[in-house]
């Protein structure tokens, strides 16, 4: 029979983090595939694991994932770790789970860590809606299309961002979504210096500009409000006139009565305002 692919989070900064049951597996397991063995070898000599490694990182997902396919088809138990935090999360690990499901291999999730969603819950923001983004891409054109998402985005918004890029980055968001939204910059999670700013992201840019940070940070970003939508979409309706407005519609082939509803609906009016306006 076939082994099993144990997916299981690590922490992302304080050690007692750690699951009992991610140790135990993490020990039963015949190998462990780590994104950095390097950074790895420091968490298994903390828990006394002595279960062989192997690299599985972003440069070598495919070739090494296919040759961890072929031992789980050998009957290899395989637990997959990353650096820290929820394997598949913005890292190569999603890559190896898909190959595993098209290879009919048993997959399991061992829940821990996430810096995502430990940001999100402290970040004092919506967390009933939310998009995770990651990193933006470095690809000029896709992240383009990325940012003109993000814009229009009402749920609350997750970034990572290294250090060394983090002002340039909230001064780019600040001139695409404006310098009175609301952000939440959370740096060094679980850690002794953990910190999580509330502001905006004009307060952001001026802060930062003054005191470089250190540390991977998590932004949770405002997500656009409704509210604002439709007062934009009402604007942008009102700067027509009333007789273009119904000619938008009736072009449409929407008969008169009901092109005037739909225009009294779009600029918040009633419909024998219209009707006035018209004769």
Request: with cysteine; charged share 30%.
């Amino acid at each position: 029979m076939s082994g099993t692919l144990y997916l299981c989070a690590t922490p992302i900064g304080n050690l007692e983090d750690m699951t009992f049951r991610v140790i135990r597996t993490l020990k039963e397991v015949d190998l462990i595939a780590a994104e950095d063995t390097r950074n790895s070898i420091k968490l298994l000599n903390h828990f006394e694991i002595q279960t062989p490694m192997t690299s599985y990182h972003e440069y070598n997902k495919y070739e090494k994932g296919r040759k961890l396919v072929e031992k789980l088809q050998d009957g290899m138990n395989i637990a997959l770790i990353t650096d820290a935090g929820t394997p598949g999360i913005s890292d190569p690990g999603e890559e190896l789970v898909k190959m595993c499901y098209e290879a009919g291999i048993s997959v399991t999730s061992l829940p821990g860590a996430a810096a995502c969603i430990t940001a999100l819950t402290l970040s004092g923001l919506s967390t009933r809606r939310f998009a995770f983004e990651a990193f933006l891409p470095t690809d000029k054109k896709e992240k383009e299309l990325v940012l003109q998402e993000i814009e229009r985005e009402t749920r609350t918004i997750i970034m990572y961002e290294a250090p060394h890029r983090l002002l340039k980055t909230l001064k780019m968001l600040s001139e695409r979504l404006g310098k009175k939204r609301r952000i939440t910059v959370c740096r060094e999670l679980t850690k002794r210096h953990e910190t999580a700013f509330a502001t905006t992201l004009e307060e952001a840019c001026a802060y930062y500009n003054e005191q470089p940070p250190k540390g991977e940070c998590v932004l949770v970003i405002e997500g656009r409000s409704r509210e604002q939508i439709a007062q934009e979409e009402k604007a942008q309706w009102e700067e027509m006139s009333i007789e273009e407005h119904m000619e938008h519609y009736l072009s449409q082939g929407i008969d008169k009565k009901e092109a005037m509803k739909k225009v009294a609906k779009d600029r918040g009016v009633s419909k024998r305002d219209i009707y006035n306006a018209l004769i």
